[in-house]
């Protein structure tokens, strides 16, 4: 692949966006599930995403520049699909999580991803987790424990439905890895917010009955939601992860609960205990320790095998 907007750091830069774009969603998702079907927002949030794809598929087609045999192609899939299901399972613990826990604390909730991608790497990959890794488990795991246990060391539900949308996400990081440096980004991009959308439509006619029609909030949240933190994300970071390890996006992505908590501060005026910033100072260390001592920078030799 030779496509130079997208090497180094401005692949960054696009992933320091989508963190950006995704912290500022906790807020407007929190408020538009609050009277509103859970399955059938995420339904609509992904359909609008999809139907933002298909000129961009069509264009895509008539294009030669990809670089991708076509037979490797029409194999993409399968491939959607399985990142598709974990984003499905992700979105759907995690805006039903919404509705019983705040925006601030799910945001930081949700980045204990960012710790599990190298563990998940470690197993997958058959290496043992580096001292770094496992230092940022134990900083982590204490303060999700100081950010979400009630004095009865009992845990919220809300807090642990996205504990479950935290481990959905590190599996979609690490699909994502896996596959975009051997498919088009806007075909693997599009196949797997296409398989979120009917899963959530199929999932929404069993949970959530005959659709509602949504108010003005939800069709914002979702347009919201659909383009820039759905289409455009998912477009990006696939662009973005053909030059980047899953260690490394995982990385820029631990700045999303700092972006929700600036975002929770400024919109519905949040706060926090002291308790609570602690565990939230505590995670976030643990990510940074993680990320940035899991294994070094790739030499030339071997960034090059991601272009």
């Known amino acids: 692949m030779k496509s130079r907007p997208f ?12 963190a950006a774009i995704w912290g500022g969603t906790f807020v407007t998702v929190q408020d538009a599930v609050a009277t509103f079907p859970v399955i059938t927002f995420l339904a609509i949030r992904f359909s609008l995403a999809t139907l933002v794809f298909l000129p961009l598929l069509r264009r895509n087609r008539r294009s030669t520049s990809t670089g991708i045999p076509a037979p490797r ?44 991608v190298p563990l998940g790497s470690a197993i ?3 290496r043992p987790p580096s001292a770094a890794a496992v230092i940022g488990v134990a900083l982590a795991t204490v303060g999700l424990a100081a950010l979400t246990l009630n004095r009865d060391l009992s845990i919220a539900p809300g807090d642990l439905l996205v504990l479950g949308c935290a481990v959905s996400f590190a599996a979609q990081i690490l699909l994502v890895g896996r596959f975009a440096p051997h498919f088009d980004a806007v075909a693997l991009a599009a196949g797997q917010i296409a398989a979120v959308a009917v899963l959530s439509w199929l999932a929404a006619l069993v949970v959530d009955g005959a659709p509602r029609w949504p108010a003005g909030n939800v069709w914002f949240a979702a347009a919201f939601t659909g383009i820039l933190a759905t289409a455009f994300a998912f477009w ?72």
Not at 93 to 113: D, H, N, S, V
């Open 7 to 18: 090497r180094g750091w401005y692949a960054d830069l696009v992933l320091l966006a989508v």
């Open 73 to 116: 192609q029409r194999h993409v899939l399968l491939p959607s699909l399985l990142i598709g299901i974990a984003l499905f399972a992700g979105y759907a613990f995690q805006t039903y999580g919404l509705r019983f826990t705040t925006p601030a604390k799910a945001g930081f909730i949700t980045g204990i991803a960012v710790v599990l």
């Open 124 to 126: 997958f990959l058959r």
């Open 236 to 307: 990006a970071q696939t662009m973005a992860q053909r030059f980047a390890s899953p260690t490394h996006t995982a990385l820029i992505f631990a700045t999303e609960p700092v972006f929700a908590a600036i975002f929770s501060f400024l919109l519905i005026d949040e706060q926090l205990t002291a308790r609570a910033l602690l565990g939230c100072g505590l995670i976030l260390a643990g990510m940074l320790i993680s990320e940035l001592g899991v294994w070094p920078r790739p030499r030339n030799d071997e960034a090059s095998k991601l272009t």
